[in-house]
Structures are given as structure tokens and as C-alpha cells.
Nanobody
């Protein structure tokens, strides 16, 4: 079993920055990828970014050039640095961990509890 605990959400003005953190604990033997999803009100959950084996990164087109995902293996912590935030980035951000194939299609194996990000325009 793997537990994911997120932090770092909050309220920020458009153009500002936030950094989300997600720390994993438990058995990590089956985890080869971690990532972030988000869900805006009235919309489906969407993949924002993921990182595989701590090296290969993938981003949604809407966040490329603005968001950066990184992994600190020693701390089992994945970060999402969000810059140049827009109102459309508002939503609940969920950390995900598991096999990359499942993670990419919304079935990662493990989810965090979610953290709210609100960008005011």
C-alpha cells in the first residue's frame, strides 16, 4: 500500500506561482511513475504532468512552458512548480502514483486526497 500526501495549494493571483508537493510512503516497489491530475468544477479530471523513473517528463499542452514536474527520490516527493498561473488553472490538484501506463489513462493505482488551487484574475 502507498499513501500520498499533498501540500502547497492555495489562492494566487493570475501570473503568480505556486509549488505543489506530494510525498509518498509505503511500499514503492511497484511505482515507476508519479504525476499530477487536476479537476476543475464541472469538468473531468485531466492529466497535468507525469514523471517516469524520475527522469522522463510529460506535460499537457495547456501547461507546457509554465509548469515543471520533478522528483526527489531520496524524499519520495514529487513537485509541481507552477508559474504564470492563469484562471483556467483553477481546480483540485491530485497527486497520482503507480505504473505509467495506468497513470496516463487515469488509473494510476494510488491517489492523494487533493489540494485546491485557485487563481484569481
Amino acid at each position: 500500500q502507498v499513501q500520498l500526501v499533498e501540500s502547497g495549494g492555495g489562492l494566487v493571483q493570475a501570473g503568480g506561482s505556486l509549488r505543489l508537493s506530494c510525498t509518498a510512503s509505503g511500499s514503492m516497489s511497484r511505482i515507476n511513475a508519479m504525476g499530477w491530475y487536476r479537476q476543475a468544477p464541472g469538468k473531468q479530471r485531466e492529466l497535468v504532468a507525469d514523471i517516469t523513473h524520475g527522469v522522463t517528463t510529460n506535460y499537457a499542452d495547456s501547461v507546457k512552458g509554465r509548469f515543471t514536474i520533478s522528483l526527489d527520490n531520496a524524499k519520495n516527493t514529487v513537485y509541481l512548480q507552477m508559474n504564470s498561473l492563469k484562471s483556467e488553472d483553477t481546480g483540485v490538484y491530485y497527486c497520482a502514483a503507480g505504473n505509467i501506463m495506468g497513470l496516463r489513462v487515469g488509473v494510476p493505482g494510488y491517489w492523494g486526497q487533493g489540494t485546491q488551487v485557485t487563481v484569481s484574475s
